[in-house]
């Protein structure tokens, strides 16, 4: 079994919990083809901003996947205007734990994040990246 964290937005999260489904843009095929059924997916919210106010990045959930990749066009996901993506590779999943864990407090413990002070360019870019299982053993515990 493989731990995967997975990056969206909180708009996209919403999408992720009301459909039991995960989606990333084509470019990210090579990630996602390693996917499979059994591996446990952990939900990263990015840092955003609401008119004044930073939404602070957040773990929000855990889910596991119950299907292998697939492509569905159905646009469902949110993406930027200026690459109008569906996210049409997909897997199917379903929720083991939900909550909401402060990110930027796991920095210090997290194996994944090697520099600490720079710990975003660990995640841009990325649609999902593999973690260690010990990572995933402390957020689940936390959450």
């Not at 997916?41 to 008119?51: D, G």
């Not at 929000?60 to 569906?86: A, C, M, Q, R, W």
């Not at 994040?113 to 975003?120: A, C, L, M, R, V």
Request: charged share 30%.
């Amino acid at each position: 079994m493989t731990h995967w964290l997975c990056i969206t937005n909180r708009g996209n999260w919403e999408v992720v919990k009301k459909k039991n489904v995960w989606g990333v843009a084509k470019r990210h095929k090579n990630t996602i083809a390693k996917v499979k059924p059994g591996d446990k997916l952990v939900f990263y919210v990015k840092q955003e901003r609401k008119n004044k106010e930073v939404l602070e990045p957040k773990i929000v959930g855990i889910f596991e996947v119950v299907s292998e990749p697939y492509t569905d066009l159905t646009k469902i996901f949110k993406s930027p205007p200026h690459l109008n993506e569906t996210y049409p590779l997909r897997v199917k999943i379903k929720p083991v734990k939900l909550g909401e864990l402060d990110f930027k407090s796991l920095i210090p413990k997290l194996k994944f994040i090697t520099n600490k002070k720079k710990w975003s360019g660990h995640l841009m870019g990325k649609a999902m990246r593999e973690i260690p299982e010990e990572d995933y053993k402390l957020i689940e515990s936390l959450l």
